[in-house]
């Protein structure tokens, strides 16, 4: 079982990705929440490999199965455990890295800390194991859902391509129209040949991913050390291939004064305290302010490119790594749904601590 996530929604992980399957069992999500099974299937559908030519060609139909937690359409309060079958696996592709070293993945440190690691596809460090997380977000989802919260994600920036816009002036719902999920649709064109052209010298490249979350009331969180923030950090740069995070305003934010960068408060006609700017990224002191939250995450270019590179073998010797099989060339447009799923994941569980928080 992987370590688990959460502290009253809580998920862990198993599977390999060129094992019989992978899966999640979520424990703390409350009985009542309607189990929508399309929606579920049809997150797991924006993430699985095969998509288009700009992505990984497994073919997966990653169809889930429901083990238990769930009756009569809604969930039990139980365990819920699903499972999605492996179907395209081609593991003769790492036979050269069962002794080798892949620079930048993670053969090298899971041999160092197990000694025995599951080289066919990178076993468990396989963004594979995402698929089990998306399911679950899922049903995060569904429950932050009936709540009246929203999340959305866009790929923003694809190697020095970037979007100038702000989530504000572009359409979101452009989104899931084209193969790299930017809303910007001739941003998304150019995105899409500059990911092929990579493709096709068989290198990678890597990008962001914008997320913003509409709908969260005021008081979700927790003040010290599990700030949202903090866990919003700690679940993004969980993602395989994440290198960076921020919030608000984030790095930018050093740019301004005090007196440019403080969200100035007002009330609204009808009684709510508003913020003038959101510079906070709906969150101060660790807590949801009520406005937009919104994040950026950063990708690199995967590790795995059809280049030969410089590497060792287990014994410290010489070797050059070849670069084999059906890999992402960049995968910011797969990420979307998997930084939205790990979003839910985080807020589904601060609402259920958030409802012990005063009487
Ligand atoms: C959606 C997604 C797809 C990925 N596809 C690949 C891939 O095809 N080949 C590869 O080498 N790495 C891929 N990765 C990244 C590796 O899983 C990751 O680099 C590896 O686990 C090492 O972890 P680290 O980069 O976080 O240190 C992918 C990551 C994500 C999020
Ligand atoms: C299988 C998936 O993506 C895989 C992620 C991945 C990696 O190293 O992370 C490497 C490739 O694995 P394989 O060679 O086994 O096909 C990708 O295809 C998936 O996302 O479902």
Known sequence: MGSTYG???????????????????????PAGVTFDSDFIQSELTRRKPGQSRITTQRKEADEFEVLSGVFEGKTTGTPIAMVIRNEDQRSKDYSHIAAQFRPSHADYTYQVKYGNRDYRGGGRSSARETAARVAAGALA?????????SIQAYVSQVGAMKLEKSYQELDLSETENNAVRCPDPEMAQQMFDYIDSIRKQGDSIGGVVNCVVKGTPAGWGEPVFDKLHAELGKAMLSINAVKGFEYGSGFDGVLLPGSQHNDAFYTDENGNVHTRTNHSGGIQGGISNGEDIYFRTAFKPVATIMQDQESVDQFGNVAIVQGKGRHDPCVVPRAVPIVEAMTALVLADFYLRNRSAKL
């Not at 929604?9 to 094992?19: D, L, M, V």
Request: overall charge neutral; some cysteine; aromatic content about 6%.
């Open 7 to 29: 502290k009253i929604f809580k998920i862990a992980t198993f599977g390999e990705s060129h094992g019989v399957g992978i899966g999640v069992v979520i424990e703390g999500c």
């Open 141 to 149: 989802k569904l429950m932050l859902a009936e709540l009246g919260v």
